[in-house]
């Protein structure tokens, strides 16, 4: 784990304190409501679980409510929470006891663009709402933007009621173009921040979509945090025999991390390391959030990068707390 003099982490080792009985694989979202609970949603058993701040379980819901291909959750400025669930192609809005509020897109309805439902580069163009969406975000104003996805290259801009307004983006590497717009985030100016994931970039655009900048000091972004004047990024790894369609072929394994940075781009901290078990270290880091401590949450799909191939232990971490024990 690599920390800068002005701002460093510390891991909260076994932080979730896990009820009897419960199980999860994949953690493949993670946010915080306003009084800092976590919410977090999972695979295997696909369900929403909920947190005290010090790691206490609160309780969950969901179980029979979603695919095993849950994505995202985030909660909004009122705390209801969104669902991304790509598997059924869907975003559900809900309480925070889990009654359902309003559903966005058709569930079990894929839109048309070209994708044949396992291999990116099939995509041929973008289409509407929605084919395997990945995560929301809540602008200022309560507008909705919906990175979308595994089977789409393209943003979706919502009223705050769950209408469409605006859809942009085309498979390809050019500015406004996505290989898979994985996460995304809407800072306080209302500038929309897309973690391109296949590009290794981010891009920044405009409340209606103009492009306006790219940083491209990222390794295969899969969500954003925006908390003050400080950037918050989880990165994937690329493992070796891959392809990147900014680094081209990947001939030894880039361990995932997670990188902070300066509203300019510049990196302020870095947490990363070669062992991906170690606590503090990172196997495939998916989401992060950060509560109003400044700590950040960092939930990994572990289990779909090498548990389910053997290729790391069963124990190996799934989702990780890191403390904030220094400013910058």
């Not at 663009?113 to 200022?140: M, Q």
């Not at 996505?178 to 920044?204: K, T, Y």
Request: charged share 20%; net charge negative.
């Amino acid at each position: 784990m690599t920390n800068s003099d002005d701002l460093s982490f510390e891991v909260i080792e076994d932080w979730e304190q896990l009820p009897a009985g419960y199980t999860h694989q994949d953690v493949c979202g993670v946010s915080v409501d306003s009084g800092d609970r976590v919410y977090i949603i999972n695979r295997g058993a696909p369900r929403l679980m909920v947190y005290e701040r010090d790691g206490s379980f609160v309780g969950s819901w969901g179980e029979d409510l979603f695919s095993p291909r849950t994505h995202g959750v985030t909660v909004g400025p009122n705390d209801e929470v969104y669902c991304v669930d790509e598997g059924n192609h869907v975003i559900y809005k809900y309480t925070r006891d889990g009654d359902l509020l309003s559903t966005i897109g058709t569930k079990g309805v894929a839109s048309d663009t070209g994708y044949d439902g396992s291999s990116l580069p099939t995509i041929t163009y973008g289409g509407p709402p929605f084919n395997r969406p990945t995560n929301l975000s809540v602008a200022p104003n309560g507008e909705l933007y919906v990175s979308d996805g595994y089977g789409n290259a393209r943003v979706h801009r919502f009223t705050a009621d769950g209408e469409l307004i605006q859809s942009w983006g085309e498979p390809g590497t050019d500015p406004g173009q996505f290989h898979l717009p994985h996460g995304i985030w809407v800072g306080p100016d209302s500038r929309v921040w897309v973690a391109d994931r296949e590009n290794d970039r981010l891009q920044i655009f405009s409340p209606d979509g103009e492009f306006l900048d790219q940083w491209t000091q990222v390794q295969r972004p899969s969500s954003l945090q925006i908390v003050g004047d400080l950037v918050y990024v989880s990165e994937m790894a690329w493992p070796a025999g891959h392809y990147s369609y900014s680094l081209g072929d990947i001939t030894e394994i880039l361990h995932s991390r997670v990188s902070v940075f300066d509203l300019d781009g510049n990196l302020v901290t870095r947490i990363s390391g070669d062992d991906p078990c170690a606590p503090g270290n990172f196997v495939a880091a998916h989401d992060i959030c950060v509560d109003s401590h400044g700590d950040f949450y960092v939930g990994e799909v572990t289990y779909s990068f090498g548990g389910s191939r053997g290729l790391v232990p069963a124990d190996c971490h799934m989702f990780q707390k890191f403390r904030r024990v220094g400013s910058a």
